[in-house]
């Protein structure tokens, strides 16, 4: 990269020419005066790395584009930092000052750390390859600015500003945007500061990041982008299962998760993740905005047309009760969907809410989705919805098994779990029943069977 100094655009006018890259937006004053305010919050920090050894410390990533949009910086946000000082020397810099510090990443130029209740993380500037066969990068440090930021995902979070080494600094703090991540932010559009080739092929996470960013965001990828991911794609296996995970747990719950999934899905992004949806990827990205931003439930629908969704659930490395609760609510919605054929009355809608426990709900939502415009499973939901008003579907029976064995005088055996089986049948044909009315029909049951209750 040529060396050249890194040229702030600020101010209250809406464009500046950068004198390479073309015309850059700039922050309006509300945005300036958020990012100045938090340089003010942030001082502290800027001051500790300044006196440590005279390191500069910059805000970078999430931060800076929730403060160029206006918002504050609270107490307690998150934010990611880069510096020019090494791995080894953010930690000395952090001893003593930080309550907890964590070093997992630190062979990645990463120290994490809490301080007065905030989550920092500091990456030393760097670059990073991947080595053609291999999971994790190669990494090498530097002290440019603009080298770390050119390696950055996208233009949108190549964006930083200074902290300064004292409060009194605050006020002359500028936004540095070499690459015009600014203006892509605010037109919706998501580029890389190289060429997206390069860029996906050195961590071809960044594939799944630029569908984590159309979801959460709301930004379109460039054609450039999706042409760079469609070709390459299988650069994927390179990358941890794990991680793949995270991003794409972070796209689901995403406001416009379908269209993060229909980038990945016609790119085949999400055909080389999921080898079942290859050839319709596209389906389970159309459901996505249609329920919940819940993980289990989104993850359901994502994977509805993949036979066993649990295992494959496990073998993206999704945590396992995710994997098995977005497993249950397929196939209680697949179960609603085969009921909703046939005609409906009060015990059949039950029968389903108890085999469907506590995964109902998330259930119904999936199956309207499905089948969006079918009055039968619309009615079944409306139903459904009615009884669990009215009924609390939900909720255990009336008696528990523990009730069961001081009614019946039993102890814990085949005996009691064919009377809660007996009760749970009662409520499925009938409704709830008061207490005193469940005791006299559990007792009226024993007797059938020979028993003997202790309490008539």
């Known amino acids: 990269m040529p060396d050249r100094a890194i040229k702030p655009w600020i101010g209250r006018s809406a464009f500046t020419w950068t004198g390479e890259g073309g015309w850059h937006t700039e922050p309006t004053v509300t945005s300036l005066d958020t990012l100045r305010q938090a340089a003010a919050l942030l001082a502290p920090w800027g001051q500790r790395f300044a006196d440590f050894g005279g390191w500069r410390l910059y805000v970078v990533g999430g931060a800076v584009r929730r403060l160029v949009s206006g918002a504050t910086l609270a107490a307690a946000d998150d934010v990611d930092m880069t510096t020019d000082a090494p791995p080894e020397t953010v930690r000395r810099i952090l001893e003593g000052w930080a309550e907890e510090i964590w070093t997992q990443g630190q062979q990645f130029g990463t120290v994490g750390c809490h301080q ?59 936004l540095i945007d070499p690459f015009g991540g600014l203006e892509d932010l605010r037109s919706g559009r998501l580029r890389t500061p190289r060429a997206p080739s390069l860029s996906f092929s050195e961590d071809p996470l960044r594939m799944l990041r630029a569908g984590r960013f159309v979801a959460t965001l709301g930004v379109v990828a460039d054609p450039e982008v999706e042409a760079a991911m469609a070709a390459l794609r299988d650069r994927l296996a390179i990358v941890s299962a794990e991680r793949c995970a995270r991003e794409l747990s972070l796209l689901l719950v995403g406001e416009t998760a379908s269209a993060g999934a229909h ?149 814990a055996g085949p005996d009691v779990g064919a009377a809660l089986a007996y009760l749970e049948e009662l409520r499925i044909a009938e409704g709830p029943l008061p207490h005193e009315v469940a005791r006299r029909r559990l007792s009226e049951w024993w007797h059938a069977r020979g028993g003997a209750s202790r309490k008539p």
């Open 116 to 174: 007065a209740g905030r989550l920092v993380e500091i990456t030393t500037h760097r670059a990073e390859v991947y080595v053609s066969d291999s999971r994790r990068p190669e990494v090498s440090y530097g002290g440019d600015l603009l080298e770390d930021l050119a390696r950055r995902d996208f233009t949108i979070g190549a964006i930083a500003f200074e902290v300064p080494a004292g409060a009194a600094g605050a006020d002359s703090v500028e």
């Open 263 to 411: 980038l990945l899905a016609r790119t085949g992004v999400l055909g080389e993740l999921v080898a079942d949806l290859a050839g319709d990827a596209a389906a389970g990205a159309e459901l996505l905005d249609a329920v919940d931003p819940e993980l289990p439930l989104r993850l359901a629908a994502l994977l509805w047309s993949v036979p066993a969704i649990g295992p494959a659930a496990t073998r993206l490395r999704f945590p396992k009760e995710v994997g098995r609760r977005a497993g249950r609510i397929a196939a209680a919605a697949r179960r609603l969907l085969a009921a909703a054929d046939s005609p409906r009355d009060d015990p059949t809608v039950r029968r389903w809410a108890a085999s469907a426990g506590r995964t109902a709900p998330a259930a119904v939502q999936l199956a309207a989705a499905v089948a969006l415009d079918d009055a039968g499973v619309s009615d079944f939901g409306q139903h459904w919805r009615r009884l669990e008003d009215r009924e609390g579907l939900s909720r255990r029976s009336t008696l528990s098994g523990i009730d069961v064995m001081e009614h019946l005088g039993v102890s």
